[in-house]
């Protein structure tokens, strides 16, 4: 025998004859797999000095000859190499673009690599004493417009419902060795939706990346297990060609089965309320706020209680946390306002005052319709009709228990008085009182939510643009909204600094006594802050400090104000305006007038209960905060606003006798990093489609998004690799063939190639400025178990030997600690 084989007879032997990547090739391409040709000279091939025979040789230029092409690929297939084991990832040789008048050698030099120090330092890090020589494949060459490699589960996050594919120009092997990052798409099965992608996609379209991703899943289906494949788009190629196949070595989660339903984020206009990071406690209070306020309104407009309990999860999911900003879940809203009447015809409306620009995916929609049947729809407008009759009774009543139910602000300070049990109380007084009687500013809104959209609709009807034109006007430049009297009042405190010598100092001086020297400003202030004490940046936020804890937004203000000069513009007679409007149409006139009016005053009513919501937030944020003081004075929390960080529930749980948790110190610590992780990203973006848990979509979102390095000089983020977190002295190494590491030091390179393998061996943990979770060194280090974080910039600049460090492989962090 010649151990010379074609690919046909390869597929009739076994991985202890071609090896294994030779076998994989062969029984793929059999079942129909585009795989280039190829021919395998197996170790018979070769003499004890590790020649080819004399036969072998004729015989490996023949079948090389009936090859297509005239260049070609030279690669190892030793028998356990791409086995489920052990990868062997990079270890052999391989030779590209070689020519027929070459290939004797090039087969000869693989062959050798078989022996080399490196691959002997992998097998024995993997438990192996023996030496594997290879089968040599020689394989037809694709002319690539663009290679990669694909995974069909995520090789870092270990999930079963993620195909990873990582894409570079040209050939692939700058990409797999870690000298270039690529592109990398994250692929969420089943659908195979992108949840991650390139900031700027160059060299894959997502199409593509799908085309990939499913001939990695076929090759994963036919093998009967998740593979790790190479591939490429040969030029002209509107499919891609697999080059070869290995079973992912990394140990994944599980198999279970793939979340379907799609969710739909979108924070809307609900980031004006809930700016930025909010706390765990505001995100809980909020949740329970409106699933409480929107059951209460079901309620009162007639929806059965077998409805509303058949929705109870919709309620209680009408918000979203995600990487600590709140969100709508839209398909919640959606789904809870087809019960209301005419929700097909005013959904437009609603989606104006929610500030939702764009509509929702049809898959969403087609689980969205009216719920209500003629009758019940009939009753539930009269009901409604009544609760707008009797709008000025309700608000009147509503505004009757706020007043019972918050205490004047002078009286606030007395709280920390009280014991915690008391507290808890207190809290739920006000709950019961308010929320689940929020009557007034919901039915306010939905009325103001048809009498905007409505009047809206007729006035551009009847009068085009400037018809519109003049509805904003009359709606925005009202001047009895009681938003507008803390910018009157600041301006008329800076009209005083302006007039006395030496106040701009004092408000400059942040010194209150200092401030108390001029009087009439001193007063002012202080009526403002008993008034407006409340109305601040995050006012909804229960962890924002209220301006009689912290008076300097307020004083700044002030001093702004004092520089300006002049009056207010002038508002458009909307009287005027309109006549010119409908000049000649008196009828019309008269309807939108009436229509204009209407809608003004519930467009006021609207921002002047919001303001009674924000005097609440302000109360309840001193009741929590007093729990706080509580808990800080029996040493179960470090801190008063450690309170922050816990939800509601937990916080009252506390109080009332039934938590589950005793040690709240851990629990904040926990929130604590988590609330630190987050603030060091971007914000996500205002829409996020995903399937799936949230928790789930915030990870995926942080990977895809850059965060910003709290200090530059401290820590650095790259690409997260796995392994865990390691603390070491650094060894930097720019020569691995002249630098050694010593054990349990972390190697710090530019990039690794596989030959770094003596290194690794010694490496408690690798950071590398180049590479990909992909790269053959992000493989090597999953197998050693040991943390590696790639595409860390500048890495050898930034680090030095003997620099004590911190390796987050599963954060993606490097941290320097001294």
């Not at 085309?211 to 490429?232: F, G, M, N, T």
């Not at 009774?393 to 004047?408: D, Q, S």
Request: charged share 25%; aromatic share 6%.
């Amino acid at each position: 025998m010649t151990g010379i084989l074609d690919c046909l007879q390869a597929v009739g032997t076994s991985v202890a004859v071609v090896g294994g990547k030779a076998f994989a090739l062969a029984e793929l391409a059999a079942a129909g797999f585009d795989i280039p040709p190829f021919a395998v000279a197996t170790p018979a091939a070769f003499d004890g000095d590790g020649r080819l025979t004399a036969e072998a040789r004729h015989a490996l230029a023949a079948a090389v000859a009936r090859l297509p092409g005239s260049r070609f690929a030279v690669r190892s297939s030793a028998r356990a190499e791409d086995g489920a084991e052990d990868s062997h990832a990079g270890q052999f040789l391989t030779l590209l673009d070689v020519e027929r008048n070459g290939i004797a050698t090039a087969a000869e030099q693989v062959f050798a690599s078989g022996g080399s120090a490196s691959v002997v330092a992998y097998r024995a890090a993997r438990g192996h004493a023996d030496v594997d020589m290879p089968s040599v494949i020689v394989q037809a060459m694709v002319e690539a417009r663009v290679a990669g490699v694909a995974f069909a589960a995520d090789p870092v996050s270990r999930r079963r419902d993620r195909v990873v594919v990582s894409a570079a120009v040209g050939l692939g092997d700058r990409l797999v060795g870690g000298e270039v990052d690529g592109e990398t798409w994250v692929l969420m099965r089943p659908n195979l939706e992108a949840v991650e992608r390139p900031d700027a996609a160059e060299v894959l379209s997502e199409p593509e990346a799908r085309l990939v991703a499913r001939l990695c899943l076929a090759v994963s289906d036919r093998k009967d297990v998740p593979q790790d494949i190479e591939w490429a788009f040969a030029a002209g190629a509107d499919r891609p060609t697999l080059l070869q196949a290995r079973p992912i070595t990394t140990p994944l989660l599980p198999a279970g089965p793939f979340e379907t339903r799609l969710t739909v984020l979108d924070n809307s206009n609900i980031v004006e309320s809930y700016p930025g990071l909010v706390s765990p406690l505001t995100f809980s209070f909020a949740s329970q706020a409106y699933a409480r306020v929107y059951r209460t309104f079901l309620e009162l407009i007639g929806v059965s209680d077998a409805v509303i309990a058949s929705h109870a999860a919709e309620l209680a999911n009408m918000l979203t946390r995600l990487d600590g900003r709140i969100y709508y879940n839209l398909g919640n809203w959606y789904r809870l306002l087809s019960l209301l009447p005419f929700f097909s015809s005013n959904r437009r409306h609603m989606e104006t005052m929610m500030g939702v620009a764009a509509p929702l995916p049809e898959e969403i929609m087609a689980g969205v319709a009216p719920t209500t049947g003629v009758w019940a729809g009939a009753r539930m407008v009269a009901r409604l009709g009544l609760a707008a009759l009797r709008l000025p009774r309700i608000k009147t009543g509503f505004m009757a228990r706020i007043g019972e139910a918050v205490p004047p602000r002078r009286d606030w300070g007395r709280l920390g008085e009280r014991p915690l049990s008391e507290l808890a109380g207190e809290y739920r007084r006000v709950e019961a009182a308010l929320l689940d009687r929020w009557d007034a500013p919901i039915v306010n809104d939905f009325l103001c939510m048809m009498a905007f959209g409505g009047s809206r609709a007729l006035i551009e009807r009847w009068a085009g643009a400037g018809g519109l034109a003049l509805h904003n006007d009359v709606m925005i430049g009202q001047g009895d909204i009681v938003s507008a009297e803390p910018a009157r009042l600041i301006r008329a405190m800076g009209d005083i600094v302006r007039q006395s010598d030496g106040a701009a100092e004092a408000l400059a001086s942040d010194d209150t006594a200092a401030i108390g020297a001029f009087r009439e400003l001193s007063e002012k202030l202080q009526a403002y802050i008993e008034r407006f004490g409340d109305r601040r940046i995050g006012e909804l936020k229960l962890e924002a400090p209220t301006l009689d804890e912290d008076p300097s937004p307020l004083l700044r203000a002030v001093a702004a104000a004092a520089h300006r000069q002049g009056r207010a513009p002038d508002r458009r007679d909307a009287r005027q305006a309109l006549s010119q409007l409908f000049a000649g149409r008196p009828l019309q006139r008269l309807l939108v007038s009436l229509a204009l009016s209407y809608t003004k005053a519930r467009v006021r009513d609207r921002e002047n209960l919001r303001f009674e919501r924000t005097r609440i937030f302000g109360y309840a944020r001193r009741v929590v905060r007093a729990m706080g003081g509580a808990l800080t004075a029996t040493g179960l929390i470090d801190q008063p606003d450690d309170v922050f960080l816990m939800t509601i529930e937990e916080l009252l749980s506390v109080a009332e006798g039934n938590a589950v948790t005793g040690d709240l110190k851990d629990l904040v610590a926990l929130r604590r990093r988590e609330f630190e992780a987050a603030a060091r990203l971007t914000d996500p973006p205002e829409r996020i489609l995903l399937r799936g848990s949230v928790v789930d979509a915030g990870s995926r979102l942080a990977g895809s998004r850059s965060p910003t390095s709290r200090d530059d000089a401290s820590e650095r983020h790259g690409t997260a690799c796995g392994g865990g977190t390691v603390k070491g002295l650094a060894r930097v190494i720019r020569n691995p063939a002249e630098e050694q590491i010593e054990a349990g030091e972390i190697l710090v390179a530019r990039h690794t190639d596989p030959g770094w393998i003596s290194h690794f061996a010694n490496a408690a943990a690798v950071v590398a400025e180049r590479g990909s979770v992909l790269s053959h060194s992000a493989i090597v280090s999953r197998e050693l178990g040991i943390p590696c974080v790639v595409a860390v910039g500048s890495a050898c600049d930034w680090i030095a030997t003997g620099d004590l460090i911190e390796v987050d492989g599963s954060g993606g962090w490097v941290r320097k600690l001294r």
